[in-house]
């Protein structure tokens, strides 16, 4: 049974730091690209980063470019989201998901499994 | 403002059918498979459709996806109260190289 389990949400002041990680099993780990993806209060899902199984590739969206990196660890079937220069509009639930079918020219990519996800509050 | 385009909501009578749209472009839609995902607040998010009406196991088949040009449309028959929650459309945009979702569709089963 796959299963994702994030943790290392909390509160943090604007300007801060965060690492979230997301604790994986229930299947090989390298094989499989994986995904973060938010959800702020209010509002909807917002895809904000991918990497490739064997991490050396990696996707951000536009809104945590240059202030977030994902990587991971596949001896400890891991993914983490290292978030810098926290901003109040970063404040969501934030979720891990394995993500299938990324990362080739014609590849389109979607989320199997998601985690339960964590959340961050960004705020003074 | 989302790259594609849901209703913010619907509704239905318990029993009856239900459609939910998305709308996007040929950079995103027109030229990729599509997914959608049912998402319940305070829960994991559930993948229902892929390659844009492929089910995955578990998922009874009173759920249906397609995809026309650029619009996707999941639909949704027998409406059970269990199947109220927030419905998302989302797939690859090419132009902007960015995954992109829709703005969720809620739905209530009256």
């Known amino acids: 049974e796959v299963q994702l389990l994030e943790s290392g949400g909390g509160l943090v002041q604007p300007g801060g730091s965060l690492r979230l990680s997301c604790a994986a099993s229930?299947?090989?780990?390298?094989?499989?690209?994986m995904s973060w993806v938010r959800q702020a209060p209010g509002k909807g899902l917002e895809w904000v980063s991918a990497?490739?199984?064997?991490?050396?590739?990696?996707y951000y969206g536009d809104s945590v470019k240059g202030r977030f990196t994902i990587s991971r660890d596949n001896s400890r079937d891991t993914l983490y989201l290292q978030m810098d220069s926290l901003r109040a509009e970063d404040t969501a639930v934030y979720y891990c998901?394995?993500?299938?079918?990324?990362?080739?020219?014609?590849?389109?990519?979607?989320?199997?499994?998601w985690g339960q996800g964590t959340l961050v509050t960004v705020s003074s | 403002q989302s790259v594609l385009t849901q209703p913010p909501s619907v509704s239905a009578a318990p029993g009856q059918k239900v459609t939910i749209s998305c709308s996007g472009s040929?950079?995103?839609?027109?030229?990729?498979?599509v997914s959608w995902y049912q998402h319940l607040p305070g829960t994991a998010p559930k993948l229902l459709f892929y390659?844009?009406?492929k089910r995955p196991s578990g998922i009874p088949d009173r759920f249906s996806g397609s995809k026309s040009g650029t619009s996707a449309t999941l639909g949704i028959t027998g409406l059970q109260t269990g199947d109220e929650a927030d419905y998302y459309c989302?797939?690859?945009?090419?132009?902007?190289?960015?995954?992109?979702f829709g703005g969720g569709t809620k739905l209530t089963v009256l």
């Open positions: 229930g299947f090989i780990f390298s094989s499989y690209a």
């Open positions: 040929s950079s995103n839609i027109g030229n990729n498979y």
């Open positions: 989302g797939t690859w945009d090419s132009s902007l190289s960015v995954w992109v």
């Open positions: 990497i490739s199984g064997s991490g050396g590739t990696t």
């Open positions: 998901a394995k993500t299938e079918d990324w990362g080739s020219p014609t590849a389109t990519g979607y989320f199997d499994y």
């Open positions: 390659d844009n009406n």
